[in-house]
């Protein structure tokens, strides 16, 4: 499958989450970012006007699952906000609460010790 934008999406932002990893930065969030999953979501088709249609648009998405480009982008995302909160404790809240359903715990190893 070629790269479309949401694959340049994903390209973006997993380069933002290891360039987080590797320095501490304050500015975890990312701005616009959330709008601009959002406005891709809706040019794919998806209803996202409000908080239900959001909420099912997303479900659909998990549930089509890895290698669909909006999962994997979505999934990317989640990363993100897991690596800003967890590893490096730069926002006490999610960053995008509605994408904690593609969350997975942090990958680095560094932190096991906290789930015991
Ligand atoms: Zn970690």
Redesign the pocket.
Known sequence: MAVGEAGAALEAVTRLEQEF?RRADRGAALPGIWDAFLGLLHRRGYRVSTEAERRDALEEIRQTGAGFDLYDLAEGLARYD??AR???NAVAYPLFPPLLIFARP??????ERKLT
């Open positions: 990893r897991t690596t967890e590893c490096r942090c990958g680095c190893g560094g932190h």
